[in-house]
């Protein structure tokens, strides 16, 4: 059997190697359905579950290095799957369930994925992409009791077949672990890809950052699709051996707040945009809840107000502590913690072991309070080690021996960091990073519009919202039934987090003399204010 | 109520991108796929615009269920 200083294998890691240590009785996950029903998974349960998953997997011939696809909304199998798939040396992706068949594809396209599994409600957008991924070899369906056909098998019976015992392979640190698609300001999602090392750097900040202990019952409401999912919603959490709460109902202040109370939560990991809608609730809903066992709130994502702070200080009684990572990072990087003081608004500071320099576009380092690029010196583990297919893009990360975030912010002379915006384009909307690339194809699908261009605009919920300004066909008039026409289109073809919030109808969207459209310019002119140079824009 | 349901029915199937959604009032956000805070704007214009009603925000915020929104489109026709 393999010692646990040569098996690296996550899978292992938050399973087996827990039962060794004596928790295998020990709740992992306390399940709570959309319903408010509790139900409880041993580590053992873990064990057992995604053995099964494992076994599956190669009696269908999944091997290791293999991409395989999770397309469901947050249920108990999401998490064997995912464990399971490590267990194998596979490549787990999970991804959004709110994925339209264009989002789908551009990802599948990409990964080649032998096997996806989803539910039956979101078949049918699998089915109508597989002609175009003829990777995939089977499609398994958890909630069909019998096979559909030879390549769309029934998840509930093959399992049922499996046997619980399985065997880890002994797996190296530099083994592909887990893929999750990031968007950029042009092209395609690129796959980030992580290795089963990233686990140091999960359980490092698990105990440094969000202070969990032992007996801890931990919260993290993030989807799986997320790195934050997977980071602190699987790996972090059971690589500890901490039981930890999952919800799979969506977000609604009253039930959330219940969740805290009943189940005793002492660490709560969420989003500012959940927590700037929870600031909006009538304040008498929080006293009429108990959280005595609450001892630290964090928050990832997009920077968080300083009036959200206030709010909790005020209203839950709690700090929020705010943490930056980022898909790339694969684990919290920069954040705030109990023990130091927090500067509302501000990123944090670094983690131990970490060399972070505002850096200039020249590779210089920047005096204390000047902004430049957010850069971080490569080596610690969680690491991203490529993005799937685009090695160079990968390569052009990193520059004078640090990798560029892409972010912007500056250093106060206390050592924390201030975010200050992104480097490019991209749209970070409640969360999620978008490319306004993508948006602009998606709307000139739509028959009436000529061209468009979309940008991030200021928003108090999301942070940032989704703006598109569009020329509409000659003699087209903008209507509500137009508007909702794009909206449906929108959300359908590619995800509802990339519907634009607002719409701006203009004579021309403005492009410089390569065609580039010129998105500084509409950020100028939705702010109302001077859009610089314009010499390059054509006439 | 009947009309106003298969109504919905359409109105759901269209938003959400899938002809094979059925409804019953207790549904929420969580029984439908994609059916989360942003696609519920989408969702409401579609109402809006098919209904021609417009919904006060008092009643935006009290709209939980399928249920839910049928009675309150039934209210605003019966007006």
């Known amino acids: ?539 | 109520m009947a009309t106003i349901t298969s109504e919905l029915i359409q109105i759901f199937q269209q938003v959400f991108g899938d002809p094979a959604i059925n409804l019953s009032p207790e549904m929420t956000a969580d029984d439908v796929e994609g059916w989360d805070s942003l696609s519920h704007a989408n969702l409401i214009l579609a109402i809006e615009n098919h209904f021609r009603i417009e919904f006060s925000r008092k009643e935006l915020a009290g709209l939980k269920s399928v249920g839910d929104l049928t009675r309150v489109i039934e209210s605003k026709r019966v007006k």
């Open chain 1, 1 to 539: 059997m393999a010692t646990q200083a040569e098996q690296h294998n996550i899978g292992y890691l938050c399973t087996r190697h827990q039962i060794n240590l004596g928790l295998g009785t020990k709740t992992a996950l306390r399940w709570i359905s959309s319903s408010l029903e509790r139900t409880s998974y041993s580590f053992t349960d873990l064990e057992e579950q995604s053995n099964r998953v494992a076994n599956l997997l190669l009696s269908l011939h999944c091997r290791e290095s293999d991409p395989i696809f999770i397309f469901l909304p947050k249920m108990p199998e999401q998490f064997f799957l995912v464990l399971g798939i490590l267990k194998i040396k596979a490549i787990t992706c999970v991804l959004f369930p709110n994925f339209g068949p264009e989002a789908l594809l551009d990802r599948m396209a990409d990964a080649k994925p032998v096997c996806v599994i989803t539910r039956k409600s979101l078949l049918k957008r699998v089915l109508d992409i597989q002609p175009e991924i003829p990777s995939i070899r089977q499609i398994l369906v958890v909630d069909i009791d019998e096979h559909q056909s030879p390549d769309v098998l029934s998840y509930r019976k093959l399992i049922q077949q499996s046997s619980s015992e399985f065997e880890v392979p002994l797996t190296a640190e530099q083994t592909p672990s887990v893929l999750h698609y990031t968007s950029g300001s042009t092209g395609k999602p690129k796959g980030v890809l992580h290795i089963h090392r990233s686990v140091a750097t999960q359980k490092q900040t698990m105990i440094e950052v969000l202070g969990v202990k032992e007996e801890d019952i931990y919260w993290c409401t993030a989807d799986l699709g997320w790195v934050t999912g997977i980071s602190y919603g699987v790996i972090g959490p059971w690589a500890l051996g901490i039981t930890q709460v999952q919800y799979g109902g969506g977000f609604d202040a009253r039930t959330w707040m219940t969740i805290l109370e009943q189940e005793g939560v002492n660490v709560w990991y969420t989003a500012p945009t959940a927590l700037r809608m929870m600031r909006l609730e009538d304040k008498s809903l929080y006293s009429s809840f108990n959280i005595p066992r609450l001892r630290s709130i964090f928050s990832v994502g997009e920077p968080l107000n300083p009036e959200v702070i206030h709010w909790a200080e005020n209203h839950l009684h709690r700090t929020i502590y705010d943490t930056w990572f980022q898909t790339e990072t694969g684990s919290i990087l920069i954040a705030n913690r109990s023990g130091q003081v927090v500067k509302p608004g501000s990123m944090g500071t670094p983690i131990q072991g970490l060399e972070v320099q505002i850096m200039g576009e020249d590779g210089s380092i920047l005096p204390t309070g000047e902004r430049g690029n957010l850069c971080i010196q490569p080596g610690w583990p969680s690491m991203f080690v490529d993005y799937l297919n685009h090695t160079d893009i990968y390569a052009s990360k990193f520059r004078f021996g640090y990798y560029f975030t892409g972010d912007t912010a500056y250093c106060d002379p206390d050592g924390y960091y201030w975010f200050t915006g992104r480097s490019d384009d991209v749209i970070n909307t409640a969360g999620h990073l978008i490319s306004p690339f993508e948006i602009e194809s998606g709307l000139i699908e739509v028959e009436e519009i000529v061209e468009a261009g979309v940008i991030g605009a200021p928003d108090e919920i999301l942070y940032e919202k989704v703006v598109a300004y569009i020329r509409l066909k000659k003699d087209v008039a903008w209507t509500k039934d137009l508007e909702l026409k794009i909206r449906i289109h929108i959300g359908n073809r590619l995800s509802s987090i990339a519907i634009p919030q607002e719409f701006r109808i203009v004579e021309f969207v403005p492009k410089n003399k390569s065609g580039k459209i010129m998105r500084r310019v509409l950020k100028a002119w939705y702010l109302g204010i001077d859009a610089g140079d314009l010499s390059t824009m054509e006439e």
